[in-house]
């Protein structure tokens, strides 16, 4: 081997080292970002159990609490720096693929890609936030809003219908991957004592089975509001977890659910300490 191609060698090494440490970067800051918003949302869903009302427990909910706090202005446009890079890695993984030996699947590359345009989404909001825009209102008003707009197109029932199955069958995914511990192939469960490994599963279990509760329940009101053709059935995620409430275990269901989401911003801060990127 000459010189040249020694070089060139080198110089692609260094290239793929830098370009793995800044997608390892994004991913970790995006994934501790996440941790943040569904940790306080958990909070003020606590909250909302215990009969304080006066802040929505959803992603607006959240970051007008951070911005209530000393420095909350950096702390907002820090958070919305991480979930950049929570979009940016999860378009790197679309485009080259994720980590693993499944990780290039189409399959994989697509749910990726999704996955960028929601965390896209909210990175927008969020320095939407930081910059003194306050959006459109709760995730409850926006909900309402949407679903108005989609029952007017035509096969807006069946559009509004179609989107909350697919809303409650991924919540029943998320949670049954949870319950199933699927994480565990993202981990570096080597790293990890058996004590850490004990309370990331308790976190990664009672956190997924959360989040999963939530995402299938607002399914089930937007297909109701497909069949009832009423959009102001369909909720946001402060109306979603509210009316775990109403039902007749009362503010209790709501707590267990809000210390589940507190549990699943707690295990993104571990995905972001040991998930392999």
Not at 12 to 19: F, P, Q
Not at 54 to 69: F, V
Not at 122 to 143: C, H
Not at 219 to 246: H, I, W
Request: aromatic share 8%.
């Amino acid at each position: 081997m000459n010189a040249g191609s020694v070089a060139r060698n080198g110089e692609i090494g260094a290239r793929r080292a830098a370009t793995g440490s800044a997608r390892e970067g994004a991913a970790r800051a995006g994934l501790a970002a996440r941790g943040v918003i569904y940790a306080l949302v958990g909070v003020l869903a606590l909250r909302i159990a215990f009969g304080d009302s006066g802040r929505q427990a959803d992603r607006g909910g959240a970051l007008e609490e951070i911005a209530s706090k000393p420095f909350g202005a950096a702390l907002l446009w820090a958070l919305g720096a991480g979930l950049v890079g929570m979009a940016l890695w999860r378009l790197s993984e679309a485009v080259f693929g994720g980590a693993g030996q499944d990780g290039g699947a189409v399959g994989k590359r697509l749910m990726a890609a999704a996955r960028c345009v929601f965390y896209g989404f909210v990175a927008y909001s969020v320095l939407s936030f930081a910059a003194g825009s306050r959006g459109s209102g709760s995730s409850d008003k926006q909900s309402r809003d949407v679903t108005a707009k989609a029952l007017g197109m035509p096969a807006g029932q069946w559009i509004v219908g179609a989107f909350g199955v697919g809303l409650v069958v991924a919540g029943v995914w998320i949670a049954a991957r949870a319950v199933m511990r699927k994480y565990h192939k993202h981990l570096k469960l080597g790293e990890m004592s058996r004590r850490v490994r004990r309370a990331v599963d308790t976190a990664g279990v009672g956190g997924g089975a959360a989040r999963g509760a939530v995402f299938a329940a607002a399914g089930a009101f937007a297909v109701r509001a497909a069949v009832d053709y009423e959009p102001d059935k369909a909720k946001g995620m402060d109306d979603t977890l509210r009316s775990f409430a109403g039902t007749p275990m009362g503010p209790w269901l709501l707590v267990c659910v809000a210390l589940g989401l507190v549990l699943f911003g707690l295990f993104s801060f571990a995905m972001a300490r040991w998930r392999r990127v």
